[in-house]
């Protein structure tokens, strides 16, 4: 007997290396192929494995349980409700490929381990390590003073107010989610992070939060949802390779919130009302049309789906309203570039069908209308700016949904207060917080208690509580108390014109030599997106953290900005790389007339399409830049246009709109002309080159082609990359290295004070 189960042993340890390694294969699901990788490793007999999603970003998701039963593997994510099971026969395993009570068939042949990107590229750790030592001096602050998550944050009421929740981060840099309550002092950590970042949470009901996660920065969010003393833990959306969107958090229904999930077709996401407590999903609509899909829903308070906005050949809108019938029907025909969108439904009117509307149908800038969608017209006009688009307002459940105030932002953000009662509240913040913008981050459903968020250009934040029985301000939690504000730089609107006549708006962060008349280093920042985004005044902790060592920051919201209008950011289509570049230029060129920088130290940095623009200036003025640090950037738009995630593929229209169309031959050799890669030979200069494995938005090869071309030439060029990461860093220590690397850089090529 001994015998015969040590020979059963040994049977079964060869089955377990047999199946040792990594096996490809690939699902078709509607039409779409979604290649998968199962790594399989064994350790004393035990086996383990990770799960690679390419086509989503997603590598090394831990599996659950790997076992093999003869020649039987089965692979369980439990999580995900996903379930492998598959016959091993030599270098092929053939099996089935459950998912949320559907199958697939799977084969999966033997492999070599897929690491995003060339592995032979990024720069050691140790060299990036010597590199941030350049960085030397008696410096007040690091950079962890700037980047280290602060130590309590995303402060929340409960709805009944007798609970406050936050976020605190352990001594391992984990923050996780913790439950006050207020009468008692008592403190209860309702939600654990472990290996993945929480990415935001919310009170749904006095007992009940919601939280999302990803997979190593894929950004297929997971939505989960636990009771305030942490009990009940459970994944909402478990689903794998699939992304959750929170659409509606509806008061008049405790257990239920509606979010939108891309499970049928990763192109296209369908609108869902999830039960918080069971998991229960209904599908509240069919988003079936792939080549014209609803881009969004409008539901009511009660969860009543009310309109949507469906796209059309790609650049078309219309917006369907729901007619006395319970029939969608064509309300509006716009085009992609037009706003008219539904920013809530006026409830303080008898007529169900009024609406405030975010339009700039009939004006260059966006306005806030009230419109009849029953009578189809224009009720009203109730606030506009002839400066600025404005889109933000605020209504009071409790007082039966009285406008409370506008909001817009100009160089500032600015509220328009409206009713008497929230006017006397202005009044008070006025007074408390002058000099600093303050908004409400929360109130409770009394509207008897609420949580302001007051900040500056030197204040990082600071929640205070206002307790209007009481008349009462307290502060609750300064998120960045070691930064003194005194010791921060200034930062200052700017407006100038561009080469062709166009005013342009934006900003420069201003170090402490430069307001005492000293020609400064200055880094020039061009912002992401780059349609729609517009920079912002207020506290920037790169910007202040360079300008502790004493740099000055340039951002300029160049022609395709969001917030000025729809003629300004139309002036920007089609001059990605060309006009909008100019506008950056000549930003740069304002701030040396003014005397605040020093003409030759002039350095570009960005990230997403800020990137894109450090290359794009590298090769375009490759005399003006002292050097660049590009980050998670575009290099080839032939490449970055063919990389996107399923769910960009039916705005590809609209991108290329904004951007450059291959198919067209004039915009083609646009193309060849303003992508980087192609014009390697003209960059002069030092550049640092940034990227996350799993971004999928800016796919690693757009870094990894920059980087080898550069290197071809002999061009010494940093290279970090993160492969627990996406677009962007989110993890504290990859933001830290980030930032040590980032000067050290400066301080080489820039010159430092």
């Known amino acids: 007997m001994l015998l015969v189960a040590f020979t059963a042993l040994s049977m079964q340890i060869t ?34 494995s990770t799960m690679d999603s390419p086509s989503q970003g997603a590598t090394d998701i831990p599996m659950d349980e790997t076992t093999l039963l003869d020649t039987e593997l089965t692979i369980h994510f439990k999580q995900a409700g996903i379930k492998y099971v598959g016959t091993v026969d030599g270098v092929k395993i053939t099996g089935i490929f459950y998912q949320a009570g ?45 980047f280290a998550k602060p130590k309590a944050s995303s402060f929340n009421y409960a709805p009944n107010g007798k609970y406050i929740s936050y976020m605190e981060k352990d001594d ?19 939600i654990e992070e ?16 919601v939280y999302l996660m990803d997979q190593g920065g894929d950004e297929n969010y997971h939505l989960y949802a636990a009771d305030l003393d942490g009990a009940n833990q459970k994944d909402l959306t478990p689903f794998d390779g699939v992304k959750a969107n929170f659409l509606e958090l509806l008061k008049e229904d405790k257990d239920h919130i509606i979010i939108s999930l891309n499970k049928n077709n990763p192109q296209i996401f369908d609108p869902y009302k999830v039960n918080i407590v069971t998991g229960a999903l209904e599908q509240l609509y069919t988003n079936e049309d792939v080549a014209n899909p609803i881009m969004g829903y409008n539901f ?12 059309r050949d790609g650049v078309e809108q219309d917006l369907y309203y729901a007619n006395a019938a319970g029939k969608f029907e064509i309300i509006n025909s716009l085009n992609w570039k037009d706003a008219f969108s539904i920013l809530s439904f006026n409830y303080a009117s008898e007529n169900a069908d009024d609406a405030y509307v975010v339009s700039n149908l009939n004006s260059d800038k966006s306005e806030i209308i009230l419109y009849d969608f029953k009578e189809k017209k224009e009720i009203k006009k109730v606030f506009a700016h002839d400066m600025y688009d404005v889109s933000n307002l605020s209504l009071s459940r409790k007082r039966n949904y009285e406008l409370d105030y506008f909001q817009y932002e100009g160089e500032k953000s600015v509220i328009v207060p409206v009713s008497t009662y929230y006017k006397k509240l202005h009044k008070k913040f006025e007074k408390e917080f002058k000099g600093k913008q303050f908004g409400i981050a929360d109130a409770t459903d009394d509207e008897n208690n609420y949580l302001l968020y007051v900040t500056s250009d030197k204040l990082a934040g600071v929640y205070y509580s206002y307790d209007v029985k009481k008349d009462e301000f307290k502060m609750v939690y300064n998120i960045m108390p070691q930064l003194k504000e005194e010791d ?10 561009s080469r062709d006549g166009l005013t342009l708006h934006g900003y ?10 000293e020609k400064v280093p200055v880094i020039v920042n061009p912002h992401g997106g780059p349609q729609g985004i517009r920079d912002s005044w207020g506290f920037n902790p790169e910007a202040q953290l360079f300008a502790s060592r004493g740099y000055a920051t340039l951002q300029v919201n160049f022609r395709i900005s969001g917030g000025y209008g729809k003629k300004f950011l139309e002036s920007g289509f089609k001059q990605i790389g060309r006009k909008a570049m100019d506008d950056v230029e000549d930003g740069l060129a304002y701030v040396i007339e003014q005397g605040w920088v020093a003409k030759d130290k002039a350095a ?15 090769t375009k003025t490759p005399e003006l830049y002292a050097c660049g640090v590009d980050y998670v950037g575009v290099s080839n738009i032939f490449t970055f246009m063919n990389t996107m995630p399923p769910y960009w593929k039916p705005y590809v229209k609209i991108i290329k709109e904004i951007w450059y169309d291959e198919a067209i031959p004039e915009e083609k050799i646009i193309m060849e002309e303003v992508s980087p890669v192609f014009h390697i030979d003209k960059i002069k200069k030092p550049l640092f080159v940034v990227q996350g494995a799993n971004d999928p938005r800016v796919n690693i090869d757009e870094s990894d082609q920059i980087v080898s071309a550069l290197r071809a030439k002999g061009v010494d060029v940093p290279y970090m990359v993160k492969y627990d990461e996406g677009h962007g860093f989110s993890k504290e220590e990859n933001r830290i290295a980030l930032y040590e690397a980032m000067l050290g850089f400066y301080a080489k090529h820039l010159g430092q004070k």
């Open 15 to 48: 089955k377990a290396q047999d199946v040792v390694g990594s096996w490809k294969g690939t699902l078709a699901v509607q039409g779409t192929e979604m290649p998968l990788i199962f790594n399989i490793s064994e350790n004393e007999g035990i086996l383990s």
């Open 102 to 146: 559907m199958e697939f068939p799977l084969i999966l042949e033997k492999t070599e381990k897929m690491i995003p990107g060339n592995t032979a590229l990024p720069t050691s750790d140790e060299a990036l390590t010597a590199l941030a030592q350049a960085d030397s001096g008696n410096f007040k602050y690091s950079v962890s003073d700037y």
């Open 172 to 190: 391992d840099g984990k923050r996780h989610v913790y439950v006050k309550e207020i009468a008692t002092g008592k403190i209860t950590r309702a």
């Open 194 to 209: 472990k290996d993945e970042l929480i990415r935001g949470y919310g009170w749904v009901n006095n007992n009940r939060l």
């Open 300 to 311: 009511d308070k009660d969860g009543n789906l009310k309109a949507f906005t469906k796209l």
């Open 488 to 497: 921060m730089a200034d930062v200052r609107p700017i407006t100038f014109k």
């Open 508 to 517: 420069i962060t201003m170090p402490k030599a430069a307001l005492h008349g």
């Open 604 to 618: 570009i940095y960005g990230g997403s399409h800020g990137g894109y623009a450090v290359l794009r200036g590298l």
